[in-house]
């Protein structure tokens, strides 16, 4: 049977990809008895929802007009890159 140590790296691992059938079970198994890595697979799925969900509301459309830098501001990131001889 795995460790907690391989549970939790495995737990990681299939937030980014499908784990082999194999390990999908060991991995079941494990959290069915173990209840701090139960825990962390659950922190740690949420973790990853709150993540998407922030990104999804922050995410700019650079397509949309006011995605873009006013004239005025670019002019000043100009002035500041010649400032420092960039």
Do not use: N, Y
Request: hydrophobic content about 40%; glycine content about 4%; some cysteine.
């Amino acid at each position: 049977m795995l460790r907690c140590r391989d549970i939790s790296k495995l737990v990681s691992e299939s937030m980014e990809r499908q784990l082999p059938l194999g390990q999908r079970l060991q991995v079941r198994m494990h959290l069915m008895l173990c209840r701090l890595c139960a825990g962390f697979a659950r922190q740690t799925r949420l973790l990853r929802r709150a993540a998407k969900q922030d990104s999804e509301r922050t995410a700019v459309d650079i397509t949309k007009p006011e995605a873009t830098l006013s004239q005025e501001a670019r002019e000043r990131i100009k002035a500041a890159l010649r400032e420092r001889g960039a």
